[in-house]
T-cell receptor
Framework: GAVVSQHPSRVICKSGTSVKIECRSLDFQATTMFWYRQFPKQSLMLMATSNEGSKATYEQGVEKDKFLINHASLTLSTLTVTSAHPEDSSFYIC?????????????FGPGTRLTVL | GDSVTQMEGPVTLSEEAFLTINCTYTATGYPSLFWYVQYPGEGLQLLLKATKADDKGSNKGFEATYRKETTSFHLEKGSVQVSDSAVYFCALSPRDNYGQNFVFGPGTRLSVLP
């Protein structure tokens, strides 16, 4: 099966710093990657859709300048939380879209837990 | 827009009990349907899926049947184990373009007691 990794799995930072989260498709090329945010005991909320080589598409209410997304290659997308604040503390999950011969599907990474002090 | 509704949790069962978690959806066209499971502190894992009406997805003793007439995709398991304790998410994805995002239900937390 397809594997998607995220790094780091857990990060703690001080308020005001920036944090970069990587999402990699390890054994397939992903033309599209998605970034989700999950608050405690809640469902996943889509933040943005990232297409390789083009600008990300952000969902309504998500600040583009705060959550910078770069999809530099077919196997890597990064999410940078700039000037992080405690309210940005959350579980961030990426997924990668793989087109297959019979069915298309998305594969999810294991998530990154961000804690901003 | 598309949406997914799940039964509210938490659901608490004794080991070997029968499990049903209801899921209904609203969507244009004919979406594919999924159940994902999230264990404590981990990301989402695909549990099972169905891509067309009357399809039954199954995995690890869990089953769900795509019911177009009732727009439902209820998750069932005949005998739950303590290790099944997790949060279960029902989700849909537009058939015509998997490049679009998933729509997730709110999740149902299951606790299985020994």
């Amino acid at each position: 099966g397809a594997v998607v990794s995220q790094h780091p799995s857990r990060v703690i930072c001080k308020s005001g710093t920036s944090v970069k989260i990587e999402c990699r498709s390890l054994d397939f090329q992903a033309t599209t990657m998605f970034w989700y945010r999950q608050f405690p005991k809640q469902s996943l909320m889509l933040m943005a859709t990232s297409n390789e080589g083009s600008k990300a598409t952000y969902e309504q209410g998500v600040e583009k300048d705060k959550f910078l997304i770069n999809h530099a290659s077919l196997t890597l997308s990064t999410l940078t939380v700039t000037s992080a604040h405690p309210e940005d503390s959350s579980f961030y999950i990426c997924s990668a879209y793989k087109r297959r011969t019979s069915t298309d599907t998305q594969y999810f990474g294991p998530g990154t837990r961000l804690t901003v002090l | 827009g598309d949406s997914v509704t799940q039964m509210e949790g938490p659901v608490t069962l004794s080991e070997e009990a029968f499990l049903t978690i209801n899921c209904t959806y609203t969507a244009t066209g004919y979406p594919s349907l999924f159940w994902y499971v999230q264990y404590p502190g981990e990301g989402l894992q695909l549990l099972l899926k169905a891509t067309k009406a009357d399809d039954k997805g199954s995995n690890k003793g869990f089953e769900a049947t795509y019911r177009k007439e009732t727009t439902s995709f209820h998750l069932e398991k005949g005998s739950v184990q303590v290790s099944d304790s997790a949060v279960y998410f029902c989700a849909l994805s537009p058939r015509d373009n998997y490049g679009q995002n998933f729509v997730f239900g709110p999740g149902t937390r299951l606790s299985v007691l020994p």
